[in-house]
């Protein structure tokens, strides 16, 4: 089982960034993906979880109106869209896999926590 993080950069605040989260080792349509991240210095803490019928929940409440995420299961890939960025954004964002159901995205709801992705907004 592994999950990983891609599509990380810098980018200006008011910019939009792709992430993906592509994985493995299992069937993808079976489970709910989280997105997370960490700042540093800060504990990781959950932006969202889009479950196998497509349900988004979110946890991050500056994630709502500019965070989208879609799921396309048969190419094993989870993709979080971010715009309006901005410099609090700045932090590696991580991926993992639920291990009951979507709920709350908390991290020790989760696991097969993949490497992360660095973002950067700054100009």
């Known amino acids: 089982v592994q999950l990983q993080a891609s599509g990380g950069g810098l980018v200006q605040p008011g910019g939009s960034l792709r992430l993906s989260c592509t994985a493995s080792g299992f069937s993808l349509d079976d489970y709910g993906i989280g997105w997370f991240r960490q700042a540093p210095g800060k504990e990781r803490e959950g932006i969202l979880c889009i479950a196998p019928s497509g349900i988004i929940s979110y946890q991050l409440d500056s994630a709502k109106g500019r965070f989208t995420v879609s799921r396309d299961d048969a190419k094993h890939t989870v993709r979080l869209n971010m715009t309006s960025l901005k410099p609090e954004d700045t932090a590696v964002y991580y991926c993992?896999?639920?291990?009951?159901?979507?709920?709350?995205?908390?991290?020790?709801?989760?696991?097969?926590w993949g490497q992360g992705t660095l973002v950067t907004v700054s100009s």
């Open positions: 993992a896999r639920v291990l009951f159901a979507c709920g709350a995205v908390v991290p020790h709801r989760f696991g097969s």
